[in-house]
């Protein structure tokens, strides 16, 4: 971090994971808002763009499309009138990943029988 608070693109593609590239393909699609420039007019990112990209990894860690991710940035923009709306796309997302979850747990299950199973006719069958 430099003496402004402000993080380089490599700073801020370590810190979160990222690759330079993605970070300017978000900012090119309207994910990421404008990053600020510093003098030489590279990109510096504020802490508050490193919250937005944790929250935003969160959100694709969860599987929510590019398309769903880039309609809550742009609701986001929007300020608080558009409160109701996102909740209602994060509630939504939401359902889907416990349903993915609890389709998950079903398959581990499954897994669990499995090697069960197989545990119990090597420790006998030997």
């Known amino acids: 971090m430099n003496d402004t608070g402000t993080r380089s693109i490599a700073e801020t593609a370590e810190l979160t994971g990222l690759t330079a590239h993605t970070l300017r393909y978000y900012e090119r699609i309207g994910l990421l808002d404008p990053v600020d420039r510093g003098p030489d007019g590279r990109r510096r990112f504020r802490d508050t ?3 937005w990209l944790s929250f935003l990894t969160r959100l694709r860690d969860t599987g929510m499309p ?3 991710m880039r309609e809550f940035a742009e609701l ?3 300020g608080d009138v558009t409160a109701s709306a996102r909740l209602e796309l994060l509630s939504r997302h939401r359902d889907g990943v416990r349903r993915r979850i609890a389709d998950l747990a079903d398959c581990l299950d499954a897994l669990d029988n499995k090697i069960d199973h ?3 006719l090597t420790s006998t069958g030997t």
Do not use: C, G, H, P
Request: aromatic share 8%; charged share 60%; proline share 0%.
């Open 49 to 51: 763009d490193l919250a």
């Open 66 to 68: 590019i398309r769903e």
């Open 76 to 78: 986001r923009r929007a």
């Open 118 to 120: 197989y545990r119990r």
